[in-house]
């Protein structure tokens, strides 16, 4: 039975809900509590009374408990790993790669601890001294998704609690365990009580009541943007203060000159990757005429290598999805794009051979011929289906790649140097590769998209730092 962290406390009575293996049905990976707007209510309430204090304390010294998470979540890697394979179904592999990352995101904002950047300048006026310190917001909200069930919690909460907030998690019901192992590290660290608290537990019942919480101060979400635009209506009747990021619809150009098997192993690791469910994935591939069938054919060649199964086996390529109603979005968006542009180049069916009965299998699956006026090149699915589109030329790729509501993450590849730059300056979006996968992101600069995939200052790197405090300006006369 995992609990909520409420003031210091596990709280294991009232109702619960099981997290299960999306690869292994009848697999129970955790009974969690099920939170009320009652436990959200005494989580704020904790997370208020404690602020002064942790507030007040030294910079360094938060950033030691920090520090001291990071070791501890670093001793069970391997356990930590494997909850989140099971929990979420990403191979061993990826989310092995996400522990590490949500270890070097405490350990590098453990280090801000040490700096927390203000500002010194000359004053245009004699014997006056002008400063701003920077200073923590209060008690903060963060609701996380499932699809970087470590990774996410992990940057929201380092750069909060090392800016001196207090701060109330709701996590993903699909994938919650994840996250509990970041709360329980932080427990075994020492944090003061109060200073985490953690609800699980449905966001149709607790976004209400965390949105509305006495004390709160600000809110930083990560999900889709039905949720994120309706929270956003909220936070501001209160003038919260507010971070969204949310979906994307992200292209990578292949023009002729690109690197070609590089072009399709990059598009196909950034389709398929963690079943396409990253929001940073590449869900539309935009190929210049000339190499565009060679360029299908290879895709398809390679993507029907892939092998799709329980990503704890070793050799896995593709786990399931995360549960049932992602499976069926995606499969119901299968079927959209069979009415809209015919039968896929391969994939398209659920998988139910075998064992793969037991979970949410869906067949990496690429659709060629796809046009604009289609549906599947215009709404995010987040799950294993790669649009693939054809453009006269750079010009052509441009306009498509822009021309939707989202701009989450894009990418190029080209070996033209002048391609690559038109590209940075001119693609609309916040995340940016070239002659890489458009997902696969490092902690050390900012994150996140801009239009509707984003709302608020960027996550990660110093960037983090904006959204998690403020400035208070002093003018002295010595
Ligand atoms: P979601 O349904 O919006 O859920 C996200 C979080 O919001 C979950 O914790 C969910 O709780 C909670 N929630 C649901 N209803 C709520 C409400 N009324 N008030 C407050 N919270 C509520 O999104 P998801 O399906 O988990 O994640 C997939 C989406 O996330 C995709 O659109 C993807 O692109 C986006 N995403 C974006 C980024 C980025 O950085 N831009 C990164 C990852 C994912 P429950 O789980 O209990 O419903």
Request: net charge neutral; with cysteine; glycine share 10%.
């Given at each position: 039975?995992?609990?909520?962290?409420?003031?210091?406390?596990?709280?294991?009575?009232?109702?619960?809900?099981?997290?299960?293996?999306?690869?292994?049905?009848?697999?129970?990976?955790?009974?969690?509590?099920?939170?009320?707007?009652?436990?959200?209510?005494?989580?704020?309430?904790?997370?208020?009374?404690?602020?002064?204090?942790?507030?007040?304390?030294?910079?360094?010294?938060?950033?030691?408990?920090?520090?001291?998470?990071?070791?501890?979540?670093?001793?069970?890697?391997?356990?930590?790993?494997?909850?989140?394979?099971?929990?979420?179904?990403?191979?061993?592999?990826e989310a092995k790669g996400e522990?590490?990352?949500?270890?070097?995101i405490f350990r590098y904002f453990a280090g801000e601890g040490s700096r927390l950047?203000?500002?010194?300048?000359?004053?245009?006026?004699?014997?006056?001294?002008?400063?701003?310190?920077?200073?923590?917001?209060?008690?903060?909200?963060l609701i996380t998704p499932w699809n970087f069930p470590s990774a996410i919690p992990a940057w929201k909460l380092a750069p909060a609690l090392i800016c001196g907030n207090t701060v109330v998690v709701k996590p993903a019901s699909a994938a919650p365990l994840s996250a509990w192992r970041i709360v329980?590290?932080?427990?075994?660290?020492?944090?003061?009580?109060?200073?985490?608290?953690?609800?699980?537990?449905?966001?149709?019942?607790?976004?209400?009541?965390?949105?509305?919480?006495?004390?709160?101060?600000?809110?930083?979400?990560?999900?889709?943007?039905?949720?994120?635009?309706?929270?956003?209506?909220?936070?501001?009747?209160?003038?919260?203060?507010?971070?969204?990021?949310?979906?994307?619809?992200?292209?990578?150009?292949?023009?002729?000159?690109?690197?070609?098997?590089?072009a399709v192993e990059n598009v196909v690791n950034a389709a398929f990757f963690s079943t396409g469910q990253k929001c940073t994935a590449t869900s539309r591939a935009i190929v210049e005429d000339a190499i565009y069938d060679k360029f299908v054919a290879a895709v398809v060649e390679r993507t029907r290598k892939l092998k799709?199964?329980?990503?704890?086996?070793?050799?896995?390529?593709?786990?399931?999805?995360?549960?049932?109603?992602?499976?069926?979005?995606?499969?119901?968006?299968?079927?959209?794009?069979?009415q809209e542009c015919g039968e896929p180049a391969c994939g398209g069916r659920r998988l139910t051979e075998g064992e793969l009965a037991n979970g949410y299998f869906v067949e990496p699956t690429v659709f060629a011929g796809v046009t604009e006026a289609h549906t599947i090149a215009r709404e995010e699915i987040f799950g294993p289906v790669l649009a693939i589109m054809r453009a006269s030329g750079f010009e052509d790729a441009m306009r498509i790649a822009n021309a939707i509501p989202f701009g989450l993450s894009s990418s190029i590849q080209t070996t033209n140097l002048s391609r690559a730059f038109d590209f940075i300056y001119r693609a609309e979006a916040g995340l940016l590769t070239v002659n890489l996968p458009s997902a696969g992101v490092e902690y050390q600069l900012p994150f996140g998209g801009t239009k509707d995939s984003s709302f608020g200052p960027k996550e990660q790197g110093p960037a983090a730092l904006e959204f998690y405090s403020d400035y208070k300006t002093v003018y002295l006369k010595y």
């Amino acid at each position: 039975m995992f609990g909520n962290y409420i003031n210091g406390e596990w709280i294991s009575t009232g109702a619960t809900f099981e997290n299960r293996n999306p690869a292994n049905t009848g697999e129970v990976v955790g009974t969690f509590v099920k939170g009320t707007a009652a436990d959200i209510d005494a989580a704020a309430a904790a997370a208020s009374a404690a602020f002064p204090g942790w507030s007040a304390t030294p910079g360094p010294a938060r950033g030691n408990i920090l520090y001291k998470a990071a070791d501890i979540l670093d001793k069970s890697f391997e356990a930590v790993a494997a909850d989140m394979t099971r929990e979420e179904g990403k191979t061993l592999p990826e989310a092995k790669g996400e522990v590490r990352r949500a270890i070097n995101i405490f350990r590098y904002f453990a280090g801000e601890g040490s700096r927390l950047p203000g500002m010194l300048v000359p004053s245009e006026r004699d014997r006056v001294h002008m400063f701003a310190l920077r200073k923590p917001i209060g008690v903060v909200g963060l609701i996380t998704p499932w699809n970087f069930p470590s990774a996410i919690p992990a940057w929201k909460l380092a750069p909060a609690l090392i800016c001196g907030n207090t701060v109330v998690v709701k996590p993903a019901s699909a994938a919650p365990l994840s996250a509990w192992r970041i709360v329980e590290a932080l427990h075994q660290a020492g944090i003061p009580k109060g200073v985490v608290n953690f609800v699980a537990g449905s966001g149709g019942e607790l976004g209400g009541a965390l949105v509305n919480a006495a004390g709160l101060k600000a809110i930083s979400f990560t999900g889709s943007c039905e949720i994120g635009d309706w929270l956003h209506a909220e936070a501001s009747k209160r003038r919260l203060r507010i971070q969204l990021e949310m979906g994307g619809k992200n292209p990578t150009i292949v023009l002729a000159d690109a690197d070609f098997n590089s072009a399709v192993e990059n598009v196909v690791n950034a389709a398929f990757f963690s079943t396409g469910q990253k929001c940073t994935a590449t869900s539309r591939a935009i190929v210049e005429d000339a190499i565009y069938d060679k360029f299908v054919a290879a895709v398809v060649e390679r993507t029907r290598k892939l092998k799709v199964g329980d990503g704890m086996r070793p050799g896995i390529d593709m786990g399931p999805c995360v549960d049932q109603s992602q499976m069926e979005t995606v499969l119901r968006y299968i079927e959209m794009g069979r009415q809209e542009c015919g039968e896929p180049a391969c994939g398209g069916r659920r998988l139910t051979e075998g064992e793969l009965a037991n979970g949410y299998f869906v067949e990496p699956t690429v659709f060629a011929g796809v046009t604009e006026a289609h549906t599947i090149a215009r709404e995010e699915i987040f799950g294993p289906v790669l649009a693939i589109m054809r453009a006269s030329g750079f010009e052509d790729a441009m306009r498509i790649a822009n021309a939707i509501p989202f701009g989450l993450s894009s990418s190029i590849q080209t070996t033209n140097l002048s391609r690559a730059f038109d590209f940075i300056y001119r693609a609309e979006a916040g995340l940016l590769t070239v002659n890489l996968p458009s997902a696969g992101v490092e902690y050390q600069l900012p994150f996140g998209g801009t239009k509707d995939s984003s709302f608020g200052p960027k996550e990660q790197g110093p960037a983090a730092l904006e959204f998690y405090s403020d400035y208070k300006t002093v003018y002295l006369k010595y």
